[in-house]
């Protein structure tokens, strides 16, 4: 059974959903530090491009919500409803297992880089 929730929730989740959207948009938009090896480099691009993609997400689930907003009071609110919080579910589990990805790549990078770092610090 899917929960119903008010719409001081729902309104909740669209500010929330807003302010996530700017702040993956600031991030892909961000330029890259200097000094990246190529792999780092494509995996960087990598990552802005699904910045870009959720933040179409995010979009899209945000205009979801609005109209739900719209809809409250009205007969097919319920089914809406659903459909939303199925879709914020999804959208959840999606940037989770992305964050979980992204902190992967960047603790081997990180690693890689003290053992170059080390590396470079024993030769002297």
């Given at each position: 059974?899917?929960?119903?929730?008010?719409?001081?929730?729902?309104?909740?989740?669209?500010?929330?959903?807003?302010?996530?959207?700017?702040?993956?948009?600031?991030?892909?938009?961000?330029?890259?530090?200097?000094?990246?090896?190529?792999?780092?480099?494509?995996?960087?691009?990598?990552?802005?491009?699904?910045?870009?993609?959720?933040?179409?997400?995010?979009?899209?689930?945000?205009?979801?919500?609005?109209?739900?907003?719209?809809?409250?009071?009205?007969?097919?609110?319920?089914?809406?409803?659903?459909?939303?919080?199925?879709?914020?579910?999804?959208?959840?589990?999606?940037?989770?297992?992305?964050?979980?990805?992204?902190?992967?790549?960047?603790?081997?990078?990180?690693?890689?880089?003290?053992?170059?770092?080390?590396?470079?610090?024993?030769?002297r």
């Amino acid at each position: 059974m899917i929960k119903v929730i008010d719409r001081k929730q729902l309104e909740t989740r669209v500010k929330i959903l807003k302010e996530t959207r700017k702040i993956l948009y600031k991030l892909s938009k961000q330029s890259s530090p200097r000094g990246l090896s190529t792999p780092e480099k494509a995996e960087l691009k990598r990552y802005d491009s699904w910045l870009g993609i959720a933040c179409k997400e995010l979009d899209n689930l945000t205009r979801h919500g609005e109209k739900l907003l719209k809809l409250k009071d009205s007969s097919g609110a319920s089914e809406m409803q659903q459909s939303f919080n199925l879709q914020y579910l999804q959208l959840q589990q999606n940037m989770q297992q992305q964050n979980l990805q992204f902190t992967v790549v960047s603790n081997i990078m990180k690693v890689k880089h003290d053992t170059a770092r080390s590396a470079i610090n024993n030769i002297r």
